[in-house]
């Protein structure tokens, strides 16, 4: 079964950073598909980045230049590095993953959810 869990969530300025991680088990983290999710009060779930390997990633336009996916596959973890934070990126960020080899940004194609964590930018 396989679990995971989000941190590195908080609260801060605009033009401020925070970076999101995500301890996954069993899960064969070195195949397959991770992303990152995030859901805003009153809106959908929306697709934010999602990585397959290093060289083969995708972004959301409104995050592209700012927010960084990578991973770690010896300590099984997720990152999204999130720079020049604006209001609107303010919502619930979860991490997801799915058996496939497509960096995909729809939520429907994810069988795996964490819990999420509370990103909050002020301005």
């Known amino acids: 079964q396989v679990q995971l869990v989000e941190s590195g969530g908080g609260s801060v300025q605009a033009g401020g950073s925070l970076r999101l991680s995500c301890a996954a088990s069993?899960?064969?983290?070195?195949?397959?598909?991770m992303g990152w999710f995030r859901q805003a009060p009153g809106k959908e779930r929306e697709g934010v980045a999602a990585?397959?390997?290093?060289?083969?990633?995708r972004y959301a336009d409104s995050v592209k230049g700012r927010f960084t996916i990578s991973k770690d596959n010896a300590k099984n973890t997720l990152y999204l590095q999130m720079n020049s934070l604006k209001p609107e990126d303010t919502a619930m960020y979860y991490c997801?993953?799915?058996?496939?080899?497509?960096?995909?940004?729809?939520?429907?194609?994810?069988?795996?959810w964490g819990q999420g964590t509370q990103v909050t930018v002020s301005s």
């Open positions: 069993g899960y064969t983290y070195s195949t397959g598909c």
């Open positions: 997801a993953a799915q058996p496939g080899r497509y960096p995909s940004l729809q939520s429907h194609e994810y069988s795996s």
């Open positions: 990585i397959v390997s290093d060289d083969y990633t």
